[in-house]
């Protein structure tokens, strides 16, 4: 972390914290898919496709993104055993610096209340003592640190697109999240919504997961079929909330422009408003896993857009900003 002051004016959670109505969906708003097929020869065509989606929707779906779907199946595995511990062997890895297991924790300024979900974060230079032993869970490191490199891999495609829109030289975000410094701050995030209780299940308010922009420049978001729920609002469907649903595929990964890229674009790309709904009567009521990858510029890297809209900062002030509003303490 740098000595900047952290006395930031941040409009990301005046935003936020008007989002808390239930809304309406819609369909008559679809989230493109991109095909990244022949990525290097195809740069120009697809650079522009995304752009388009995220200065629309902020929100787009790739598709042949080169992650394999077995090694997508053996994250999910991996991340299902790890849920399944006992708590109080989940509790000898808790949360700390974006690092580690959470229940129940995340209190979104959109609702006041936890998202219903525990999750466990992997930011690689911060996990000493935070991953499972060998006999607790054998194979379990190994296998998320590949995907979260296969994960990084195709996050630094997509940006070096959004580097070439803005002016930037195509390997500046790249660089920007450089894996092999100790500033390395890009997070996979492996989550569980909790299954909903048959009490309830007739009685649900409309949230599992409160409505909430994202910190970072880039997130991929894996799903599971038949699980759903989650939905987004685009920043010109905010003042009447109207949802737009995005079913999951797990062929495809669902990615959206975070805050610190739309300050890095003087907001010319969007950040936009997700979240995760309670499933309705009749519909799937078992427990929900996704897995997030965030792309999050290393500590020291700083936030400068070419416009000045914003006041540089660097990227571990800002992330830890959010992180503190975001967290019961």
Known sequence: ???????????????????????????????PVIDLTDFEQRRGEITEQL????????????????????????????????FVLPPSVKAQYPLARNAGWESLAQVRPSTGMPDQKESYQITRPRMEGLYPSEAELPGFKATMLAFE????????????????????DRDFF????????????????LLHYYPIPTDVQDKLDYVRGGAHTDFNCLTLLYQRNGQGGLQVCPGKDADSQAWTPVPPDETLITCNIGDMLMRWSDDLLLSNFHRVRNPLPGEYMGGRYSIAFFCQANTDVLI??????????????????????????
Request: positive net charge; hydrophobic residues 35%; glycine residues 6%.
């Open 1 to 31: 972390m740098s000595n900047m002051s952290t006395d930031y004016s941040l409009d990301e959670l005046r935003k936020e914290a008007r989002m808390g109505r239930s809304g309406t969906e819609t369909s008559t708003r679809t989230v």
């Open 51 to 82: 752009w388009l989606a995220a200065v629309d929707v902020g929100f787009f779906q790739l598709k042949n993104h080169g992650v394999p779907l077995e090694q997508v199946a053996q994250a999910f595995a991996m991340s299902e055993r790890f």
């Open 149 to 168: 490199q296969a994960s990084w891999r195709v996050g630094m495609q997509v940006l070096s697109c959004f580097a070439d829109q803005l002016g930037f």
């Open 174 to 189: 790249s660089r920007a999240h450089d894996p092999d410094r100790e500033t390395y701050q890009s997070t996979l995030r």
């Open 304 to 329: 400068k857009s070419s416009q000045g809209k914003y006041p540089p900062m660097t990227a571990g002030d800002y992330l830890a900003e959010r992180i503190r509003a975001n967290y019961a303490r």
